[in-house]
């Protein structure tokens, strides 16, 4: 079978930083990504990792160690506007279009 | 602006009805996707195309059917609703792979 695994919840205060983690066995693996999503909207796209290592975009990063099949979303400085849920994602074909897998999910709550 | 248009919004269907949800891209991306999002659940992958006149199944496919004639459309269609298909349905492409654009969902009941 296939399974992405993260926190259902996690609860941080503004200012903070809050890390996301995700385990994932799946079969064929080509990379990790994450995405955010508010309130039920359109997911958007926040980062990719295909190699190991951390891959840093403004406040977010996002780190993969292929080994472990495990990969963390790192938010710094949180703002109340963080609050969304994110997801992580595996990219499961090399093909043009890549195939997306998703996890369940990670709600945020960034208090005051 | 350029992105994905999805349509209709919402939309109440009664049971055994079909009903196609639409879905148009302006990027020229190759790749086309339906996700549905269900509570506690996530996003799962119904049907997706790697380009043109190509489709595939993905993890639900069941009950839907997808077609590709050209890049920018790839409509999605229920040909005999039932209630558990009520659902956020979302529609995403991809140039590369590494990131996708979502539409803004369509909401749909089934009664």
């Known amino acids: 079978g296939q399974s992405l695994e993260q926190p259902s919840e996690v609860t941080a205060v503004e200012g903070a930083i809050v890390q996301i983690n995700c385990t994932y066995q799946t079969s064929g693996f080509y990379g990790l990504s994450w995405y955010q999503q508010h309130d039920g909207g359109a997911p958007t796209f926040l980062s990719y990792n295909a190699l190991d290592g951390l891959e840093e975009t403004g406040r977010f990063s996002s780190f993969l160690s292929r080994s472990d099949s495990y990969g963390y979303l790192l938010l710094q400085e949180l703002q109340m506007k963080d609050s969304a849920s994110y997801f992580c994602a595996v990219r499961q074909d090399y093909n043009q279009g890549g195939k997306l897998i998703f996890g369940q999910g990670t709600e945020l709550s960034v208090k005051p | 602006t350029a992105g994905i248009t999805q349509a209709p919004t919402s939309q109440i269907l009664a049971a055994g009805r079909s009903m196609t949800l639409r879905c148009t891209q302006d990027?020229?991306?190759?790749?086309m996707y339906w996700y549905r999002q269900d509570l506690g659940l996530g996003l799962r992958l119904i049907h997706y195309s790697n380009t043109a006149g190509t489709t595939g199944k993905g993890e639900v496919p069941d009950g839907y059917s997808v077609s590709r004639a050209n890049t920018d459309d790839f409509p999605l269609t229920l040909a005999s609703a039932v209630p558990s298909q009520t659902s956020v349905y979302f529609c995403?492409?991809?140039?590369?792979?590494?990131?996708?654009?979502f539409g803004s969902g369509t909401r749909l009941t089934v009664v």
């Open positions: 990027m020229r991306h190759n790749a």
């Open positions: 995403a492409s991809s140039d590369r792979g590494d990131g996708y654009t």
